[in-house]
């Protein structure tokens, strides 16, 4: 079955310092990535996606993630984080057996002054 | 572009009451839709999968006398929470699917707080 582990539940960072969430999926083909961002009693936004092509996939507010299919992952990065920016980060994936989005469980960015 | 909508945002009901919420595609067509519920510090779970004129499709394990969805509309979606009790009191977020673009990518709504006491 399709699974998508978030090996860290908390990750703390300080401000301006680099940023990088670990995501890894389990799937027999490639499948389709994403990583979606929450605040704190709001819905997601989709930060940036992946589906075929430049495996450096850049998206909104400064974030970067790269598919590596040899480690089945799909790591997240900002070079510089900002104390907007914490909240809690989604991974997921969708394989195109059904169009289900399959989520991580999710890790929580909290940023140091 | 690509907006989903929910309303209520928030919403506290007594036990053995019901209570809907409504899920809309704003600027596309949606043929499908998405329910998700969210317990706090929790991922999403798919509660069910709503198809456009026909029955939704629920997850295994959710009661699907109990969480009644229609899709009547491109554009809309209701997921009412039949004689609700505290134990339903979560966060419920819609997404839906545009028909007209990539059929992977689904957009969410910015969710639903019940409150059941």
């Known amino acids: 079955a399709q699974s998508v582990t978030q090996p860290d539940i908390h990750i703390t960072v300080s401000e301006g310092a680099s940023l990088e969430l670990r995501c890894n999926y389990s799937?027999?083909?490639?499948?389709?990535l994403f990583w979606y961002v929450q605040s704190p009693g709001q819905g997601l936004q989709l930060l940036l996606k992946?589906?075929?092509?430049?495996?450096l996939v850049q998206g909104i507010k400064g974030f970067e993630a790269e598919f590596k299919r040899s480690q089945s992952s799909f790591n997240l990065r900002k070079p510089s984080v900002h104390w907007s920016d914490a909240a809690e980060y989604f991974c997921?994936?969708?394989?195109?057996?059904?169009?289900?989005?399959?989520f991580g469980k999710g890790t929580r960015l909290h940023i140091l002054p | 572009g690509a907006v989903v909508s929910q309303h209520p945002s928030w919403v506290i009901c007594k036990s053995g009451t019901s209570v809907k919420i409504e899920c809309r595609s704003l600027?596309?067509?949606?043929?499908?839709m998405f329910w998700y519920r969210q317990f706090p510090k929790q991922s999403l779970m798919l509660m069910a999968t709503?198809?456009?004129?026909?029955?939704?499709?629920?997850e295994q394990g959710v009661e699907k006398d109990k969480f009644l969805i229609n899709h009547a509309s491109l554009t809309l979606s209701t997921l009412t929470v039949t004689s609700a009790h505290p134990e339903d009191s979560s966060f419920y977020i819609c997404?839906?699917?545009?028909?007209?673009?990539?059929?992977?990518?689904?957009?969410f709504g910015p969710g639903t707080r019940l409150t059941v006491t």
């Open positions: 997404s839906a699917r545009d028909m007209q673009r990539s059929s992977y990518e689904q957009y």
């Open positions: 799937y027999g083909a490639t499948p389709y």
């Open positions: 992946y589906f075929s092509g430049d495996t």
């Open positions: 997921a994936v969708v394989t195109n057996r059904d169009d289900k989005i399959i």
């Open positions: 600027d596309f067509q949606a043929t499908t």
């Open positions: 709503s198809n456009e004129g026909s029955k939704a499709t629920y």
